[in-house]
Protein backbone atom coordinates (compact mmCIF):
# COMPACT_ATOMS: atom_id res chain seq x y z
CA UNK A 1 0.00 0.00 0.00
CA UNK A 2 1.36 3.02 -1.17
CA UNK A 3 -0.14 6.28 -0.01
CA UNK A 4 -0.34 9.50 -2.87
CA UNK A 5 -1.16 13.15 -2.06
CA UNK A 6 -1.40 15.47 -4.38
CA UNK A 7 -1.76 19.36 -2.87
CA UNK A 8 -3.54 21.94 -5.05
CA UNK A 9 -3.32 25.94 -3.71
CA UNK A 10 -6.34 27.00 -5.07
CA UNK A 11 -8.36 30.61 -4.82
CA UNK A 12 -8.10 33.70 -2.91
CA UNK A 13 -6.33 32.02 -0.13
CA UNK A 14 -4.55 29.66 -1.40
CA UNK A 15 -5.92 26.92 0.12
CA UNK A 16 -4.28 23.55 0.10
CA UNK A 17 -6.77 21.14 -1.41
CA UNK A 18 -5.53 17.62 -1.74
CA UNK A 19 -6.25 14.63 -3.80
CA UNK A 20 -5.82 11.46 -2.07
CA UNK A 21 -4.77 8.16 -3.33
CA UNK A 22 -3.09 4.71 -3.67
CA UNK A 23 -0.40 3.13 -6.03
CA UNK A 24 -3.05 1.14 -8.74
CA UNK A 25 -6.08 2.12 -7.38
CA UNK A 26 -8.66 4.39 -8.61
CA UNK A 27 -10.52 5.77 -5.34
CA UNK A 28 -9.66 9.00 -4.31
CA UNK A 29 -10.27 11.52 -1.49
CA UNK A 30 -10.75 14.91 -2.27
CA UNK A 31 -9.75 17.00 0.90
CA UNK A 32 -11.17 20.27 1.37
CA UNK A 33 -12.89 22.37 -2.15
CA UNK A 34 -11.86 25.92 -2.18
CA UNK A 35 -13.10 28.61 -4.97
CA UNK A 36 -12.17 27.66 -8.76
CA UNK A 37 -11.54 23.41 -8.39
CA UNK A 38 -11.44 23.30 -11.99
CA UNK A 39 -7.45 22.19 -11.65
CA UNK A 40 -8.01 19.55 -8.78
CA UNK A 41 -10.85 18.51 -10.99
CA UNK A 42 -9.15 17.88 -14.14
CA UNK A 43 -6.16 16.04 -12.51
CA UNK A 44 -8.82 13.42 -11.24
CA UNK A 45 -9.92 12.58 -14.66
CA UNK A 46 -6.70 12.90 -16.33
CA UNK A 47 -5.50 10.15 -13.37
CA UNK A 48 -8.06 8.22 -13.83
CA UNK A 49 -9.27 8.43 -10.59
CA UNK A 50 -12.78 7.81 -9.12
CA UNK A 51 -13.81 9.77 -6.31
CA UNK A 52 -15.67 8.36 -3.37
CA UNK A 53 -15.94 11.30 -0.29
CA UNK A 54 -15.11 15.20 -0.33
CA UNK A 55 -13.75 15.11 2.99
CA UNK A 56 -13.99 18.80 4.37
CA UNK A 57 -11.68 19.41 7.12
CA UNK A 58 -13.66 22.43 8.18
CA UNK A 59 -16.23 24.49 6.50
CA UNK A 60 -14.87 28.06 6.31
CA UNK A 61 -15.32 29.42 3.21
CA UNK A 62 -12.03 28.76 1.82
CA UNK A 63 -12.77 25.06 2.23
CA UNK A 64 -16.01 25.11 0.76
CA UNK A 65 -16.48 27.85 -1.93
CA UNK A 66 -15.78 25.41 -4.84
CA UNK A 67 -17.98 22.34 -3.33
CA UNK A 68 -21.08 22.22 -5.20
CA UNK A 69 -18.53 23.09 -8.43
CA UNK A 70 -16.66 19.88 -7.41
CA UNK A 71 -20.28 18.13 -6.72
CA UNK A 72 -21.40 19.00 -9.84
CA UNK A 73 -18.32 17.72 -11.91
CA UNK A 74 -18.36 14.14 -9.87
CA UNK A 75 -22.24 13.45 -9.31
CA UNK A 76 -22.92 11.43 -6.58
CA UNK A 77 -20.16 11.70 -4.49
CA UNK A 78 -20.97 12.47 -0.70
CA UNK A 79 -19.11 15.48 1.11
CA UNK A 80 -18.10 14.68 4.70
CA UNK A 81 -18.24 17.16 7.60
CA UNK A 82 -17.81 17.24 11.47
CA UNK A 83 -21.57 17.20 12.97
CA UNK A 84 -20.38 20.72 14.68
CA UNK A 85 -20.63 22.52 11.84
CA UNK A 86 -23.42 20.59 9.39
CA UNK A 87 -24.95 24.06 9.59
CA UNK A 88 -22.03 26.21 8.31
CA UNK A 89 -22.43 24.96 4.87
CA UNK A 90 -25.64 27.33 3.99
CA UNK A 91 -24.94 29.76 6.76
CA UNK A 92 -22.64 32.70 5.22
CA UNK A 93 -22.13 33.97 8.52
CA UNK A 94 -21.38 30.95 10.24
CA UNK A 95 -18.72 30.05 7.50
CA UNK A 96 -17.56 33.30 7.36
CA UNK A 97 -18.25 34.58 3.48
CA UNK A 98 -20.74 37.18 4.65
CA UNK A 99 -17.55 39.10 6.69
CA UNK A 100 -15.79 38.95 3.23
CA UNK A 101 -17.91 40.95 1.25
CA UNK A 102 -19.31 37.55 -0.90
CA UNK A 103 -21.85 35.38 0.90
CA UNK A 104 -21.29 31.45 0.06
CA UNK A 105 -23.59 29.05 0.72
CA UNK A 106 -23.64 25.59 -0.77
CA UNK A 107 -25.68 22.53 0.14
CA UNK A 108 -25.53 20.49 2.97
CA UNK A 109 -23.17 17.70 3.69
CA UNK A 110 -24.26 14.39 3.03
CA UNK A 111 -22.59 12.75 5.67
CA UNK A 112 -21.22 13.58 9.33
CA UNK A 113 -18.65 12.23 11.65
CA UNK A 114 -18.09 12.84 15.25
CA UNK A 115 -13.99 12.12 15.26
CA UNK A 116 -13.30 8.89 16.47
CA UNK A 117 -14.60 6.99 13.38
CA UNK A 118 -12.27 5.05 10.80
CA UNK A 119 -12.59 5.59 7.01
CA UNK A 120 -11.19 3.43 4.50
CA UNK A 121 -9.83 4.02 1.54
CA UNK A 122 -8.33 1.42 -0.18
CA UNK A 123 -6.04 -0.66 1.67
CA UNK A 124 -5.68 2.18 4.28
CA UNK A 125 -7.24 3.38 6.57
CA UNK A 126 -7.57 6.55 8.19
CA UNK A 127 -8.52 7.54 11.69
CA UNK A 128 -10.73 10.99 12.23
CA UNK A 129 -9.24 13.25 15.09
CA UNK A 130 -11.66 16.01 16.43
CA UNK A 131 -9.62 18.76 16.51
CA UNK A 132 -11.38 21.93 17.23
CA UNK A 133 -10.27 25.58 18.02
CA UNK A 134 -9.55 27.45 14.70
CA UNK A 135 -13.17 26.13 14.45
CA UNK A 136 -15.55 23.81 16.24
CA UNK A 137 -16.04 21.00 14.18
CA UNK A 138 -12.16 20.87 12.80
CA UNK A 139 -10.56 17.72 12.08
CA UNK A 140 -7.77 15.88 11.25
CA UNK A 141 -7.41 12.75 8.72
CA UNK A 142 -4.37 10.51 10.11
CA UNK A 143 -2.68 7.36 8.20
CA UNK A 144 -0.72 5.67 10.66
CA UNK A 145 0.47 3.40 8.02
CA UNK A 146 1.59 5.96 5.40
CA UNK A 147 2.93 8.43 8.63
CA UNK A 148 0.15 11.59 6.70
CA UNK A 149 -2.07 13.72 8.76
CA UNK A 150 -3.99 16.17 7.00
CA UNK A 151 -4.84 19.10 9.22
CA UNK A 152 -6.95 21.77 7.97
CA UNK A 153 -6.08 24.97 10.02
CA UNK A 154 -4.90 23.76 13.13
CA UNK A 155 -1.88 23.75 12.78
CA UNK A 156 0.85 25.45 10.36
CA UNK A 157 4.71 24.96 9.50
CA UNK A 158 5.83 26.92 12.96
CA UNK A 159 2.46 28.31 13.35
CA UNK A 160 -1.41 27.73 14.23
CA UNK A 161 -4.38 28.52 12.78
CA UNK A 162 -6.39 31.76 13.62
CA UNK A 163 -8.92 31.66 16.89
CA UNK A 164 -10.14 35.31 16.81
CA UNK A 165 -12.98 34.27 15.16
CA UNK A 166 -16.59 34.43 16.67
CA UNK A 167 -16.43 30.57 17.10
CA UNK A 168 -13.15 29.65 17.67
CA UNK A 169 -11.54 29.28 21.16
CA UNK A 170 -7.65 29.64 21.48
CA UNK A 171 -8.12 27.32 24.55
CA UNK A 172 -9.43 24.62 22.47
CA UNK A 173 -6.92 24.82 19.95
CA UNK A 174 -3.80 24.45 21.99
CA UNK A 175 -5.40 21.64 23.35
CA UNK A 176 -5.98 20.21 19.96
CA UNK A 177 -2.38 20.56 19.49
CA UNK A 178 -0.84 19.50 22.31
CA UNK A 179 -3.35 16.66 23.27
CA UNK A 180 -4.05 15.38 19.84
CA UNK A 181 -1.29 16.39 16.86
CA UNK A 182 1.71 16.38 19.27
CA UNK A 183 0.88 12.57 20.49
CA UNK A 184 1.47 11.67 16.69
CA UNK A 185 5.01 10.12 15.53
CA UNK A 186 7.29 13.23 15.22
CA UNK A 187 8.04 11.49 11.88
CA UNK A 188 4.51 12.30 11.17
CA UNK A 189 4.26 14.43 7.64
CA UNK A 190 1.55 17.67 8.67
CA UNK A 191 -0.04 18.50 5.70
CA UNK A 192 -2.05 21.93 6.69
CA UNK A 193 -4.96 23.90 5.02
CA UNK A 194 -2.43 26.72 3.67
CA UNK A 195 1.46 27.04 3.28
CA UNK A 196 4.24 24.32 3.05
CA UNK A 197 4.04 20.86 4.65
CA UNK A 198 5.86 20.04 8.34
CA UNK A 199 6.21 17.13 10.45
CA UNK A 200 4.79 16.99 14.09
CA UNK A 201 8.73 16.68 15.31
CA UNK A 202 9.53 19.74 13.80
CA UNK A 203 6.37 21.65 15.20
CA UNK A 204 6.96 20.38 18.57
CA UNK A 205 10.89 21.51 18.31
CA UNK A 206 9.91 25.30 16.71
CA UNK A 207 6.80 26.38 17.20
CA UNK A 208 6.19 29.27 19.06
CA UNK A 209 2.61 28.88 19.66
CA UNK A 210 2.39 25.70 21.17
CA UNK A 211 5.73 23.88 22.81
CA UNK A 212 5.22 20.27 23.64
CA UNK A 213 5.60 19.96 27.20
Do not use: Q
Request: proline share 6%; glycine share 10%; with cysteine.
Amino acid sequence: MSVHVECFPLGPFSTNCYVVSETGSAACWIVDASFTPGLLADYVREAGLRPELIVLTHAHLDHIAGLDELREAFPGVPAVIHEAEKNFLEDAALNLSAGYGFPVSVRAAERTVKGGETLTLGESSWRVLHTPGHSPGGITLYCAEAGIALVGDTLFHESVGRFDFPTASERDLKRSIREVLYRLPDETRVLPGHGAETTIGHEKRENPFVRSR
